[in-house]
């Protein structure tokens, strides 16, 4: 179960439009490594999750990706919303306006469509844990690749939050591998 | 939506994300007390910020755990991502 909260985790208000960079953070909407196949990924791995602290963790890191899915949607609509069909298409995303006018869809920057092949759920927990890991650092990167072509301080704050949050959750998952490992050894008998 | 109003969201908002950081650190780290009388204190102060504001703004949390007293205000504008 979960309980909506009217609020976004961190404030996101983009006032300048720019439908080139909406089309661009839109990737971490529903591109490989954005916030949708974060949460997705963990919500299904933490069902297979063998320790509390573990099941803990997955469940509320892919809590939180949604919370993240939320806000980078909040950035492609306001940073579309009163753009002229000119000027999206002057910024290179006629192709989108076609398919989809300004309405937020899953896509990555090159406009292909989500998949659930962006992650894996196997009942393995080192095999998803590691997995995990590597999720965050692959986020990390592409939020400082798209800080990289951003201009607009509101984007760039924004997208320097959610980079952040990349950072302590690979933390936490690291965590969360030597807890594991430690019980996994425990159970050995020789 | 009001600067005041805004001001007020964004009091919590803090509140907010202070829990969300602090409950996934004790998901690794239970043992930490002082990091746990630290979220206990945030939690008091949030239901005190969640109140305050509900009563003068409207609820914050859907499906009852905020109450809709004389009418119906959850889906009043603006939502979350109409805050620019």
């Known amino acids: ?190 | 939506m009001s600067a005041e109003q805004a001001a007020a969201l964004e009091a919590l908002m803090a509140e907010v994300f202070t829990g969300v950081e602090l409950n996934l650190y004790l998901d690794t780290h239970p043992w930490d007390e002082q990091a746990l009388m630290c979220f206990n204190r945030h939690s008091a102060q949030l239901m005190e910020l969640k109140h305050a504001y509900e009563a003068r703004y409207g609820p914050l949390l859907g499906f009852g755990y905020s109450p809709s007293p004389d009418k119906w205000r959850w889906n009043m504008s603006p939502w979350p991502w109409e805050m620019a």
């Open chain 1, 1 to 190: 179960m979960w309980i909506y909260q009217k609020s976004l985790e961190y404030p996101v208000r983009i006032t300048k439009t720019d439908p080139r960079m909406a089309l661009l953070i839109i990737t971490q909407y529903g591109g490989p490594d954005g916030e949708s196949a974060a949460s997705m990924r963990y919500l299904s791995q933490r069902f297979a999750m063998p320790t509390n602290e573990s099941k803990a963790v997955l469940n509320d890191i892919g809590t939180e990706e949604l919370a993240h899915f939320e806000m980078v949607g909040s950035m492609v609509r306001q940073l579309m919303k009163n753009a002229t069909p000119e000027q999206i298409k002057a910024a290179g995303a006629g192709g989108y306006f076609a398919d989809h006018g300004k309405g937020v869809w899953m896509g990555n920057a090159e406009g292909v469509p989500f998949t659930a092949a962006y992650f894996q759920s196997k009942d393995e927990v080192i095999a998803n844990l590691h997995e995990d890991l590597a999720a965050e650092e692959k986020a990390r990167a592409t939020y400082e690749y798209l800080i990289r072509m951003a201009d607009d301080p509101d984007v760039i704050d924004a997208l320097r939050f959610l980079r952040m949050r990349e950072v302590v959750h690979f933390q936490r998952f690291g965590e969360t591998l030597v807890s594991v490992q430690a019980a996994m050894d425990e159970k050995k008998f020789y």
